[in-house]
Structure formats: structure tokens, C-alpha cells
């Protein structure tokens, strides 16, 4: 057994393996729950994945997606339930995190519902919130987003994600953020409105 860099023969396979552990019920939570992912999904993101194979077999996997300045996401972890507790989560995260390195990414997150298995390869949680709001895009998806979220944020060595400021743009913009920008200032008072009656954030197109 050993791990490669996954290809685009191997989505069904990895698709079969997080989808059975995705379908688990509760009970099984120790072994199972996990995100269902899509077959576009993967096919998008087949770049990301690390496997473990045994000859034709895919028997793990696990993603590195880059999110956002400086930080990554750790997700889709799964190893097979014949190949479990022999150390190859543990080889899957290290080499996801080499990864991240090359990819000279420094923080990388994960959400878990594992978290004693994260705190032994180094990961200490941190406040959800701590994370740049383009990354809740997920958590949106996720049928159990604001009702039953059973998973917590963790970044590798307790790493803290860097704090982005960006500009509010549109409407409420003030005139010197559309400058900053390259656009030109509008008068919202006298500007044509929408077909639903709002103004267009900006002035008509220049000619
Ligand atoms: C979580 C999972 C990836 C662990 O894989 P694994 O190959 O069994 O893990 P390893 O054998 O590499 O274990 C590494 C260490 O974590 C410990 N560990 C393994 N599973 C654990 C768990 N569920 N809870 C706490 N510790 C765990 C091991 O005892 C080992 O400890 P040690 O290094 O001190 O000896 C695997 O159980 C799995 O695929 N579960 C279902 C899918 C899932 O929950 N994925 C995570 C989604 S966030």
C-alpha cells in the first residue's frame, strides 16, 4: 500500500469511499460522518486529493484545497475501515501538510468531529469565527449548517488565519472606495433605477 497523488480514475472510487462513511448514522459516528461530495465536486478538485491505494484500490483519501491568503483547508479525510488504526490517516495528514508547505500556504484549517485524532497529529481548535467568511461557503451547503453543526475549526499548530480586510464596495460604497477602484462616483439620488427599483451600484457605462 501506499500513497500518490490521485487521478481522474480514481473519483468513483473516492466517491464511494466518503459517501459510504457520509451515510453512516449517528451511532456509527466514531468510524463515519462525513460530508457527502459530489461527483462534479471531485472531478473539479481531483488536483487536491492524496490516495491510498493497494494496487487498483483507492483505501483513503484526503484533500488540501487552497481557500484564501495564506490559509488551506484539510477535508475529506477517510481511510477504509479494513485499513483503520494502522497509521495511515496520520501518513495521509503529513502528506497533505508537506503539501501545504510547498504550496507555501501557512495556516491550514480543518473542521472535524475528530478532534481527539486532530489533537494527536498537532491541530488545536480555534474559534470558528476566526475564519475569513469566504470559507463559511461550505458550512452554508451543509444540511446541518446552523442546527446541528457537530464540528469544530482546528489549524495545524494552532496557527491563527490572517485577518483580510476588504473594502465594502457597491451601492454604500463611499466615493472614495469607488475611486480607489477606478470608478467613477455617482450620484445615487438622481441615477436610473433597477427593474426592481434599487439603483445599479455604479453610473451607466462609460461610452
Ligand atoms: C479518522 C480516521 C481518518 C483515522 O484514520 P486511521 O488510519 O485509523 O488513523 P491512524 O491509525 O493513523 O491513527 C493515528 C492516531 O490517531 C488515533 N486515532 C485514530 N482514530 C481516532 C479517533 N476516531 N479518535 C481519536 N483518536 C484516533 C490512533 O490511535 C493513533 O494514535 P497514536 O498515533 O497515538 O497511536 C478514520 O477513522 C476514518 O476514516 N474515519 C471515518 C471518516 C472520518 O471521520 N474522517 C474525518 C472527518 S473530519
Known sequence: MRLRKARNTDVPQIRALINEMAARTD????????????????????????????GDRVLGCCALQSQWDGLAELKALAVADEVQNRGWGRNLV????????ELGVDCVYTLTNKMEFFERLGFAPINMRELPQRVWTECTNCPKF??????????????????TFIPIVGVNAPAAAHLALGLTPRNHASGPMNTDGHQPPFGPPKS
Open 27 to 54: 451511532q456509527d459516528h466514531q468510524h463515519g460522518h462525513m460530508l457527502p461530495r459530489s461527483l462534479t465536486e471531485l472531478y473539479e478538485h481531483i488536483r487536491d486529493y492524496t490516495v491510498l491505494i493497494d
Open 94 to 101: 503529513e502528506t497533505v501538510l508537506a503539501g501545504a508547505e
Open 146 to 163: 446552523m442546527v446541528a453543526c457537530d464540528e469544530v475549526a482546528m489549524t495545524y499548530k494552532g496557527r491563527r488565519p490572517k485577518q
